[in-house]
Structures are given as C-alpha cells and as structure tokens.
C-alpha cells in the first residue's frame, strides 16, 4: 500500500432500525492520505485495501488511537480516542480511489471533503448520489428514519419533550458538520452538505448553495447557487437572483460565473458569465434569449442567442426600459464592491 | 348514531396560562369514521353528539384504549392507551360534520386533514379559521403563548438553557405534526401544517406551501405555493417563482396548475394553467397582462387579457426579448422531467 | 447626573474562550433613563459615567435589585434579582449619549432598542457596527465562537448529542432576543435582531427585515426589507419583491416605502415610493430605469429616469405587456387591504 489513498476519514454516524447508515459526521476528513496511516488502518481496524466502511470496536479506535498518535497523527488520534470512548455508531471510511459512491459512509466522505475544501466541485465522481443517499427526518433529536418518525414524535409528545423536524431531505445541512473559515451562513437552513464556501463568503439569507457548487470567496451571496455551479472570486448575487441548474428542467449546460461578476436582485442567468459581468435587477437572461449587442458608440452590432455569448467577459445585459429588448453592453463601469462590507465578511 | 362521522381525533396539546388551547397534535387523524368508534366515545369520554372537543381523564383514556382494542380499532387503542400514560393535555375531537372550525381543537384537526392526505384542499369549510387559531410563539421548548415568551426567555437564560424560537405564527410547521410518505421538504420552515403534499414532491429550500394547497406529485418544487393553490402531477415550480394567492391584494380568482407544466426560476402566474404548459423564467403572466397569441406559423393570431387564456393546456408563454411583447405559443416542447431526479424523489 | 441618559440595559451574556462576548441579551432595555437608575448603578455598580458596560458581582445585582424596587423600578428590580441568581455572564450597558458603538454589549443594546421599538431606524449611531460585531455560530446550545465549533460537534456527537447550528452570522435572530407585541413571524431565521417592526406586522416565510430596518405596520411583508429601509403604514410587499440596499453595490442611495403602498410579487424598486404606490408583478425598477409617465387620458408626458420620480406618490408602475416599456400611471385604484386578513394580524 506505497500510493496515497483518495481519502479517509475517522466518524461517527447514525443507523436505522434495520441498522442500515443514515448519516455519517466525520470531524476531520482527510486527502491524499500517507502510506503510514493506511498501515495503521490495516493492522487495527482490519482495512483490506480498496473501497470500504469499517465499523471499528471500541478496542480496535483505542488501538488504533495508540499508534496514529506514535505515528504523529496527533489529530487523528485524538478523534480515534474519542470515538473510541463515546456513544453514537463509529465508521472509518477509506477510499483507496475517487470511485463513484457505493455506500452512505463513502457518500458522506466525499460531501464532506468538498464542504471541507479539500476537493473542489467537480473533482470528484459523485454518480449515482441520489440513489445512494437515504431521505433522512433532520431532528433536534439526530437523523430520524422516515417511517420511524411517526412513533417518535408521539413518543416524544408523551413523554413531553419538543421534537422539532428542520427537514426531511437527502441532504443535512452543512453547518452541522462543518463550518469553513471566514464564512458567514444567515440562515444555515440554506447551505447543503456538499457545498464549497471560499474563505470571505457571505451567504444571506436569502441566498442557497447546494452540494458541489459553490464560491471562491469573498463574496456577498443573496442569490441562489445551484448544483454544479461555481461563482468565482469577489462576484456578489443580488437578494433572490437565480443561477440556472440542469437538475430540473430548466438548463442543458453547467453554468459557472467568473470573478467580480454582480447579478442583479431578482436577476437570473442560464449561460456563463465570465469575469467583470453585470446583469441588471429583475432581468433573466436565458441561454434562449435572443440579445442585442451594442457598442460603445451605441450601434447595434449583431442580435444573437445568449448561449452564444456564454463565458464572455465584461458584459453588461439590461432589458431596455423603453423597448422591452435585452442588450449587452460592454460593462466599463468597474464593480464596486462595497469595501467595509467585504473587509468584515 | 349511525351515520359515520366526518372526522375523528385523539390529540394531546399544549395550552397558554388561561387554560386556553395553543396547538394539538393528533398522531392519527381519521376520516368517516365509523358508528363503533363513535359509540366507543359516547361510552367512555361522554361524546354527546354534534362537534366537539373532548377532554377524558387518563381514566376515561385508558378504559377507552380496551374498549377500542377490543372493537379491532388497534392503531388507535395504543394512542389512546399512550395519551392515558403520558404528559401534555389530551383531547379528543369530534366533528360529526364538515363545519366552520369552532375552536382550536377543531382547526388544528382540519389541518391535521389536509396534511395526512385524508381531505383535499377545498374539501373542507375553513371559515373563520383566522379568527380561531391564536398567535402561538413555536419555540424549542414547545408552544408557547406570545404574552408569555418574555418572562420564559428570562427564565431559561438564568436556568442556563438554550430557547430558540423558530416562528411566531397562527400556522406551525407541518413537519412538527406529519410527514406524509413519500415526500422531501429541504427546509421544514418553508411548509405549514394544513399543506397537502402527494407522492413524489419535492419542496427544495426555496420552495413553499402554504395551508389548503398542494401538489398531487411527482414534481420539483422550488417556488410558491400560495393558499388554494393546488399544482398537479408532473408539474416542476423553478426557483423563486410565485403562484399569485388572494389573500394579499394581488389576485382576485382562485388559481390552479395543471399537470406536466413548467414555471422557469423567478417565474409567476396569476391566472390558472392546464396541463403541460410553461412559463419562461423571469416571466410573470398577471391576469391583466396583454398577451399576443401566435400560432404555429408565427403569425399572431390575437392579442388577448392573460385571463381571458387561464386555464388552457399547451401554452408556451415568454417575453419576446426583442420587442418586449408578453407571448403565448403552442407549447410543443415537451416538458421532459428530470427522470433520475424523480425517480429518487 | 441630572440628565437623562440615552439608555440602559440590565443583561446577560456569552462569553468566548478569551473572554471576548459573543452576544448579550436584555430582557428590558430603557431608553431616556431618569437620574435615580443611573444614580443606582454608581452606587451599587460602579458606574463612573459616559459610555460603559459593567460586570456586576452577584452581590452587586442583590444590592442593585433591592435600590431599584425602593425607587419604584419593580420591573428592572425584578431583572437584577433573577440575573444576580442565575447562571451566564451578567452584564450591565449604560449609554449616556448615543455614539458609534464600542462593544459588543454597547452593539447589542443599540440593536435591541431597535427591536424592543425604542428607536426607530436611523435615530442612532450604528457606525462601525460591522467592525465591532463578532462573527458567531448561533446553536441549539447557544452562542458559539466559530473557532471552538469544531471541538464542541465532535464533543456533542461522543456525547450522544445533537447539536443543531442554526446560522454563522454577526446578527442573531430577532425572536431569540425579542418578540415585540402584535407581530408575526413565520420564519424567524429571516428577521435580524435590530428589525423594527410595528403593530400589525406579519413577516411571512419569504420575507426578511434585516438590522435597522423595519415596517409601520399593519402590513403583509412577503420580500425583503434592506438595511436601512422602512415600510410604512398599511404596505403591503409581495412574495420574493425586493427593496434595494445600499450595502451590496446594488443602489447609492438609500430608499423608503411610504403608506398603503402594494409591491407586486417577484417585482422590485430601487426608488424610494410615496403613498399609494403599486409595481406590477414581477417589474424591478431600478434609479436609472427610463420610465414613460403617462397622464390619466393615456397620454405621454415624459420619459425620465426613475430616480426623478423617486418618493413619489399615487403612482402606478407596469412593464406595457405588448411594448415592453415601463410606465408610470397615476395608481387611482384604491389598494384595498384584505380586511379580514390584516384584522388577524
């Protein structure tokens, strides 16, 4: 075992009735993973090589904490310790490759890795996460399996405690499993395990990020940031505004936005964006829409589809309040970020 | 009392300081409930007829629980037997008939109705159901009565405990209450109890529902459900978009979606549409709105009043992003479901 | 100490691992506080005068609870004695003149005379706030500092815990502080401490008010409230409509919403309006729109750019559905409130 594994990480989860994994949190997931510490995994917690979910004794952490710690792991051992004396069900996940998901504990490491910012969006292969992720009931008493919700929350009426259900969703909330560096969460409701949140991120609370998308930081995030898309550095949605995904219906292509972009509130984009753009408040230009491109002198220099527009820099679309059409401008007004706002994200 | 009875009941509840009825949670509501289970009631929590809201002892509960158990009536032996045993207020709610909820009990049974799938939204008279259900603060610690959220924040604060007050609201969180099978709802804030959830749906983050309104499912739902509002089968609502409700000033008829349709990302209708049509993002269609029908070969054929088009199939709607002109074509395009998203719905 | 001081605020705390607060909380902040409060606090506190936060001993409290009620301040007594008894961080604020804020208690007293409606928006110094507020994780079991997060989860999860982050911000929700009479708040996440909001207020699941900011009352409020802005009385704001601010490159100038005004749903302005104002549905008009004023007999007046009707009142604004311009009308159709809706407020 000379080359480094993928990743590994070292967690605790939750089980449903038929044992079956409902969620896993692992405090410190790691990348590109040293030879030493997959030895320590093989002589303690039984690791054959490849792929797999260990479900460690109490025993076999302590062990294992022992020799992470002689190791230098001194992280690691610490988490192996504490997992070793703690309740909750302990896993070690270890992905010798980046495969595709085969289990909860494996899909949860790779979430993990990416709301860690350990591996961008899109570096990973994530296929068939859907129909590996479970739909969880999200508690103030834990992960809940769906069809065991009901029992408690008589149970808990009952008994008079207050069982709260946040969600019901195959995604749990990524503030609950990790909070990045120099990152701000409104409303964490909003930010699903598996997003990538550059440092000086700002999400409000009218902004979304879902898994693998995200921002490179600093930012003012009010719009929404759908699966797969990447917003680059110092861009800023506007309240509401809209980055089309491709999960629903509505787009073909991924979409990204480049650096220093700002859409508008209540704005919507369906193509590529560039660095230096500017879509105007209440405006959604789809990759359909057919966009008047004008000059700096004010000429009209060709009407075309916007998806043939798509990446470009330092465009500026606005519907023309006058006659109703979408143009693009050459966008030389610099973006202003607002400074104190940035320099306290 | 042959004649079966509209709906039944066994709850436990939280009341304010004055003994008065915040909120009930009723584990199992039924629907035509039959003469046995009534006379059961009679017999042991002096059910005299008519509608109304029943407070048994734990005496009268558990002589219930055998009586019921006994008449094959098991599900609701056991919640009868475990309200007997258990903290909180117990009441049992009868309506004999479909009327204008008359208390809180009353109501909160009628949303436990709509949310458990036993009634759909406009089955039920709902008249007056403002003027019943109080203000309730939903805290971590349970309802808790508005003008006695001061003092109870004080106290936990010195206790060294945590009071986190989710919503101050006639409406709590339908997922507190029910979680109907086959469902994910993203961010639990987002769906009142008294929605009407089918099979399959989806609500993501920014998508809601509000009481009496629904969706038959499948379907993506990423926008607003308003009050009445009931979107069918097929149907995927984008992103931030809007179905126009009656309660605030916007619209004045009651609106509908069909089955199949598509409403882009910041999207909106206020006029009803029948099956397989679609909406352009960052288009919303008001009832007043002129739209110019063209046909197949591209010629207008008319210029109409949005509402004079409400309820039609097949309709295409989009702003004409040269001219400005709200249009409406013939929706060939079919709406093509994401169909590995719904298939993990 | 003859005049009055601007305010005061008998609280408690959090506390990070440094001993830097987190947060504070006031059960009763005061405003205009007469010479015998301040005279209490001198004698019993150690209040030397000018801008301060105290720590008082729980002896100090005792002795401070026992001065107030003799001097007839029953409800402040009644504060001191429960924080003299209670666990967390006791904290005194005393501002004799309202200057930029310098603290961390100084910042949240200023944001709970917001919300206790004490001040109203734009009445005090808030410079600097930004600098001076700590980024914080607000969780079930309380204020956390963000660096002492990771530690915490990993304690609570060995612990058989759940630990539920509900945001990362510097503004914690308003209801965790404060409900302030007459309102309703479907979806707390979305109200920050330091939101004014009036009687007759009922915040809905898509509207947010953020810091300084806030509503007369009554009104529906279904969009969002910018820093800054204020709504006046009888506004009602549709789903997802924006009101632009000032602090995300989006607007210069800081706006307001005057009375029975009527902001579509998904609609948008970034003017300040007068009384009696309506945007269409789904329109964002923006200060450098080109609007097209139009007389009552359908007449052209003029075209000027939003910003010269900003504050205006009576006015009509719609994007004509067959020429995609925007215009302005005088709004003649009276803004009738749903009566019976606004009655429950």
């Not at 699903?192 to 998308?213: D, K, Q, S």
């Not at 979409?255 to 704005?267: K, M, Q, S």
């Not at 359909?288 to 527009?309: F, N, P, W």
Request: glycine share 14%; with cysteine; proline share 4%.
């Amino acid at each position: 075992m000379t080359a480094p594994l993928f990743a590994i990480g070292l967690g605790t989860g939750t089980r449903g009735a038929r044992g079956n994994w409902l969620e896993v949190f692992y405090p410190a997931p790691l990348r590109n993973v040293d030879a030493a510490l997959a030895a320590a995994l093989a002589t303690h917690c039984g690791y054959a090589g490849g792929n797999a979910a260990l479900e460690p004794s109490a025993q076999q952490l302590a062990a294992l904490a022992t020799a992470l710690g002689a190791a230098g792991h001194e992280a690691q051992a610490a988490i192996a310790g504490q997992l070793a004396g703690g309740r909750g069900a302990p896993v070690i996940t270890v992905l010798a490759t980046d495969a595709a998901p085969a289990s909860v504990p494996e899909a949860y490491l790779k979430l993990h890795l990416l709301s860690h910012r350990l591996c961008r969006p899109h570096e990973q292969k994530l296929d068939g996460l859907f129909a590996v992720l479970p739909n969880v009931a999200w508690t103030s008493e834990g992960a809940i399996e769906v069809a065991e919700l009901p029992a408690r929350q008589l149970a808990a009426r009952v008994a008079g405690r207050t069982l709260t259900v946040h969600g019901v969703d195959k995604f749990p909330r990524m503030s609950d499993y990790v909070v990045p560096a120099g990152v701000r969460i409104a409303d964490a409701a909003r930010v699903r395990l598996g997003a990538w949140l550059g440092e000086g991120t700002t999400i409000m609370h009218e902004g979304f990020v879902n898994f693998n998308a995200g921002t490179e930081g600093p930012g003012m995030i009010e719009g929404r940031i759908s699966a797969g898309v990447f917003v680059g550095a110092g861009s800023d949605l506007g309240g509401g505004c809209s980055t089309m995904g491709t999960l629903s219906g509505g787009n073909k292509a991924l979409i990204a936005v480049g650096r220093e972009c700002l859409i508008g509130a209540n704005a919507g984009t369906g193509i590529s964006l560039g660095d230096r753009c500017t879509i105007e408040a209440g405006l959604y230009v789809t990759a359909g829409s057919r966009v008047t491109v004008i000059d700096e002198a004010g000429a009209v220099v060709k009407v075309v589809a916007a998806r043939d527009l798509s990446g470009g820099s330092d465009m500026l679309f606005r519907r023309n309040s006058q006659s109703g059409a979408i143009e693009c401008l050459s966008n030389r007004a610099a973006i202003a970020l607002n400074e104190a706002l940035h320099a306290h994200n």
